[in-house]
């Protein structure tokens, strides 16, 4: 499967040059964002941009509405149009007032808008992910979902505009086997029941680490990013994809001032033996994609907590440890949600194919969240649940310990119908051994004969977890800790 994949990638560089397609005539262009086929934020007033001749004015024509705007004297000018409801097609025509020069885009959607980042899970194409034929041979069905995808680049300094792209396809079997498998799952998902155009925007890159993708002036913000900052400093590559705000300057900061609805996220595997940094690290590139993107407001972010998989060379709570910093983000940070996937996973892979369901799980969250009252408009939304249990709180039962969820349902399962496996318990001296759990409705008990004064419980806290802990929907519970005891990775920086 990596060779399948990699072959993928060296053609998608081969034959680059031939997406940069020409968007203007004479000397007003757009920026590489707009293109026939696209999709615009529905009912939102919406930023479009590009360049033209100094001090001219230009005409922007959409959905029988005309603006207009003056080109500054660098050459730059921008314009903000009312999108209306979601429909189309329809054309969007910029030109001079005497009309000698236009552009002029056609198949013009509106609908909703997604930004998709991460590493390489997020990148990885519909072509190596599991069903790949079928998949490819049904997406003639989504002609509405519409595929924009940014080429990799780093850059030292923020970018007005992307260095290369492939500009916005129409959705189906030439189209889709290049485009990223869970980006495309959700948004088909999105199209299947809101009944509105999907635009889609897969901006991700493999190996890639947090860091890179949050801006500079947000790092700096933060004195505990110091040590980070600085081993970068005495690194000669400045061009590295690794190196913090590389890939925020070069694939996130050009889509400043474009309209969308929220963003869906796969990465962390990068940033494994750094789970304490993680656990501030995700919510400031959160927080800094919000300001910076969408002037401050939440909109909703949701993202993938990894599977399970044998990280070879390092402690087996590693990655547990970043499992942990993905749950406390999903409960700190407001408009986020979080798709569990400890039963997605192949354990000596750290791609698992099965991307059908890790799309369908972050399109539960926005089902259940953001699109609540479209969903509750035709149907019940009661019915959305985004989530496995997640824990809440403990009780101490005598020797015994009560763990409570969300997303219970009344009744906890066990998936295969026995036991309970991957919960450990530990008393004063802070070591955690296999514990005995059974279900309780919805709750959770959990002890151990050898320990009268029990203080905490671990679920899942190693890298090959298998855990079968389930709510009624089907879904898994989050690998968690009810203790606060120094990490293993506290004082990693780098």
């Keep these: 499967m990596m060779l399948r994949y990699w072959v993928l990638i060296i053609v998608t560089v081969v034959h680059g040059l031939g997406w940069l397609v020409p968007t203007a005539q004479g000397d007003i262009t757009l920026a590489k964002l707009f293109s026939d086929h696209m999709v615009l934020q529905q009912n939102d007033r919406v930023r479009i941009w590009g360049t033209g001749d100094p ?48 552009v002029v885009l056609s198949d013009v959607l509106v609908g909703e808008v997604w930004i998709c980042s991460g590493q390489s899970n997020m990148q990885w194409p519909v072509t190596a992910a599991a069903h790949a034929d079928r998949e490819i041979e049904l997406s003639k069905e989504f002609p509405l979902v519409r595929l924009f995808t940014v080429e990799p680049r780093a850059d030292t300094s923020p970018q007005d505009e992307f260095a290369k792209v492939r500009g916005w396809d129409v959705c189906g079997p030439d189209t889709v086997g290049s485009f990223s498998a869970v980006a495309y799952i959700f948004g088909r998902h999105l199209q299947q029941r809101l009944q509105v155009p999907i635009g889609l925007i897969n901006t991700s890159l493999g190996g890639t680490r947090a860091e890179a993708w949050t801006s500079r002036s947000a790092l700096e913000s933060d004195e505990r990013y110091r040590p980070l900052l600085n081993h970068w400093e005495a690194e000669t590559d400045i061009n590295s994809v690794h190196r913090p705000a590389n890939l925020y300057n070069a694939m996130i900061a050009p889509l400043r001032g474009f309209s969308f609805r929220g963003a869906i996220w796969y990465q962390g595997e990068s940033n494994v033996g750094r789970g304490n940094q993680y656990a501030h690290l995700f919510p400031l590139l959160i927080e800094n994609w919000r300001r910076e993107l969408a002037a401050g407001e939440p909109f909703p972010f949701y993202f993938v907590q990894l599977a399970p998989f044998r990280y070879g060379g390092r402690d087996p709570e590693d990655l547990p440890e970043v499992w942990d910093a993905q749950l406390r983000t999903l409960r700190s940070v407001p408009e986020t949600g979080m798709a569990v996937t400890t039963d997605i996973t192949e354990l000596n892979d750290i791609h698992p194919p099965n991307k059908q369901e890790v799309g369908r799980r972050l399109a539960l969250w ?56 991957e919960f450990t318990i530990c008393g004063d001296d802070q070591k955690f051994v296999p514990a005995e759990a059974i279900i309780d ?54």
Excluded at 89 to 101: A, Q
Excluded at 448 to 477: C, M, Y
């Design 366 to 421: 926005a089902f259940a969240n953001c699109y609540r009252d479209h969903v509750a408009a035709n149907g019940n939304s009661d019915e959305i649940v985004p989530s496995g249990p997640l824990y809440r709180a403990m009780t101490r039962e005598g020797s015994r310990l009560r763990l409570h969820f969300d997303y219970a349902l009344d009744q906890l399962v066990s998936k295969d119908d026995g036991a309970l496996v």
């Design 441 to 494: 409705g919805p709750d959770v008990i959990v002890w151990h004969a050898e320990i009268s004064e029990p203080k905490a419980v671990r679920f899942a806290w190693r890298d090959t977890a298998q855990p079968n802990l389930f709510n009624r929907a089907g879904l898994p519970a989050s690998p968690f800790r009810t203790d606060d005891f120094d990490l293993l990775s506290k004082g990693r920086d780098f």
């Design 55 to 102: 001090q001219s004015t230009l005409i922007i024509l959409f959905r029988d509405e005309q603006y207009e705007t003056v080109v500054g004297a660098e050459g730059q000018w921008a314009a903000t149009i009312n999108t209306g409801g979601p429909g189309g097609p329809h054309k969007l025509e910029v030109r001079t007032t005497d009309g000698e020069k236009k």
